[in-house]
T-cell receptor, first 109, second 113 residues
Framework: GQNIDQPTEMTATEGAIVQINCTYQ??????LFWYQQHAGEAPTFLSY??LDGLEEKGRFSSFLSRSKGYSYLLLKELQMKDSASYLC??????????WGAGTKLIIKP | IAGITQAPTSQILAAGRRMTLRCTQD?????MYWYRQDLGLGLRLIHY???????GKGEVPDGYSVSRANTDDFPLTLASAVPSQTSVYFC????????????FGPGTRLTVL
């Protein structure tokens, strides 16, 4: 079966750095997406990785290792507004997104 | 530019009733999707449409139907609602099928009693 694993919840301090991990087992791979979802709102796109390595976009970076079935999202200089759920999703061989359950990130002052 | 709109925002429905969730996008995107989101689970794809006039089944299509008469609209119908269909429903669109960013509507919170 297809599976995406990510931690259920993480806590971090304002101004710090946090890394959210995602491991996956899917039938085929056509890229990995990270989305942010604030409570009661729609998911919004953060990043897309299809090749191994690190993609940096401002305070957010995303890393992919296809051989290990592993990705992480790195958030730097955390702000209170970063409190949200972070969703990892893999596009499979049928070009359908398989989603993890999300990691709820709690930022404390 | 509104992006994607969904209606209603929320609805309480008696079991056995028919219900259509509406989704409209103004970005002229070719591909559209319907997901449900349940606590503790990832988003699950119900149905999708790669272009106007075509539809396909996702991971959890049973009890749902869709149509894509034009580019902008992608309604989702529950023919006879059951309590297990209580969920938050998100419509999404992407410019093309395949590995492209999906943009989500605000969601419809549906409760079936």
């Amino acid at each position: 079966g297809q599976n995406i694993d990510q931690p259920t919840e993480m806590t971090a301090t304002e101004g710090a750095i946090v890394q959210i991990n995602c491991t996956y087992q899917t039938s085929g791979f056509n890229g990995l997406f990270w989305y942010q979802q604030h409570a009661g709102e729609a998911p919004t796109f953060l990043s897309y990785n299809v090749l191994d390595g690190l993609e940096e976009k401002g305070r957010f970076s995303s890393f992919l290792s296809r051989s290990k079935g592993y990705s992480y999202l790195l958030l730097k200089e955390l702000q209170m507004k970063d409190s949200a759920s972070y969703l990892c999703a893999v596009m499979d061989s049928n070009y359908q997104l398989i989603w993890g359950a999300g990691t709820k990130l709690i930022i404390k002052p | 530019i509104a992006g994607i709109t969904q209606a209603p925002t929320s609805q309480i429905l008696a079991a056995g009733r028919r219900m259509t969730l509406r989704c409209t996008q103004d970005m002229r995107h070719n591909a559209m999707y319907w997901y449900r989101q349940d606590l503790g689970l990832g988003l699950r794809l119900i149905h999708y449409s790669n272009t106007a006039g075509t539809t396909g089944k996702g991971e959890v299509p049973d009890g749902y139907s869709v149509s894509r008469a034009n580019t902008d609209d992608f309604p989702l119908t529950l023919a006879s609602a059951v309590p297990s269909q209580t969920s938050v429903y998100f419509c999404a669109s992407s410019e093309r099928e395949g590995p492209d960013t999906q943009y989500f509507g605000p969601g419809t919170r549906l409760t079936v009693l």
